[in-house]
């Protein structure tokens, strides 16, 4: 089945630490996305890649970096600069047109802080 | 930035009823999408609407764009406990975003 995987699904973080998220897809997509989503808020976009050894800051990539060396994986670091990590990180992927087109996401990444 | 707010933020029914969604937005789009999630999960595509299209149907799902009033509704017909999620309208924000607002929560009472 295509689709994309994120992990883990739980991660704890202690102060000081950088963390990665892993998401894969196998759905021959050029677009990713990383958002991230606080309780009872909507998204919020923190980077954004169009294709391979690309991307873009989204509005809060500040404490986030990410790479893209292959098409089918985007891994999002949380830093030790980021203050105020505990949220629900989403990847997600977006299909043939690009932009317009629907995008497909994972199950998520639940961060906390210990 | 966020582009599109949905209205109201949460929402309570019986099964069987109607539920609806609203959704406004602030600069000119292509298209329209409505997502779903449930607790805990990642979104899920509903139904995209063209800047063309006035009004388009999917299963119990019926959405209506207002491109004058820079609006959209989202309306779920005889609603189940299984529709008990959250609904988030989607437009572009420029470049390749995709900007989402801030989703109705919906609970629908068995």
């Known amino acids: 089945d295509g689709g994309i995987t994120q992990s883990p699904k739980y991660l704890f973080r202690k102060e000081g630490q950088n963390v990665t998220l892993s998401c894969e897809q196998n759905?021959?997509?050029?677009?990713m996305y990383w958002y991230r989503q606080d309780p009872g808020q909507g998204l919020r976009l923190i980077y954004y890649?169009?294709?391979?050894?690309?991307?873009q800051k989204g509005d809060i990539a500040e404490g986030y970096s990410v790479s893209r060396e292959k098409k089918e994986s985007f891994p999002l670091t949380v830093t030790s600069a980021q203050k105020n990590p505990t949220a629900f990180y989403l990847c997600?992927?977006?299909?043939?047109?690009?932009?317009?087109?629907?995008?497909?996401f994972g199950s998520g990444t639940q961060l906390s802080v210990l | 930035s966020q582009q599109g707010e949905e209205d109201p933020q949460a929402l309570s029914i019986q099964e069987g009823e109607n539920a609806t969604m609203n959704c406004s937005y602030k600069?000119?789009?292509?298209?329209l999408q409505w997502y779903r999630q449930n607790s805990g999960r990642g979104l899920v595509h509903l139904i995209l609407?063209?800047?063309?299209?006035r009004e388009k149907h999917s299963g119990r799902l019926r959405v209506t764009l207002d491109t004058s009033k820079k609006s959209s509704s989202l309306l779920i017909t005889a609603s189940r406990a299984a529709d008990t999620a959250s609904y988030f309208c989607?437009?572009?924000?420029?470049?390749?975003?995709?900007?989402f607002g801030a989703g109705t929560r919906l609970f629908v009472k068995a």
């Open positions: 989607a437009t572009e924000g420029g470049g390749f975003k995709t900007i």
């Open positions: 759905l021959n997509h050029d677009a």
């Open positions: 890649s169009q294709i391979v050894n690309d991307f």
């Open positions: 997600a992927s977006i299909g043939q047109g690009g932009l317009g087109e629907k995008l497909f």
């Open positions: 600069t000119s789009i292509n298209n």
């Open positions: 609407i063209r800047s063309n299209e």
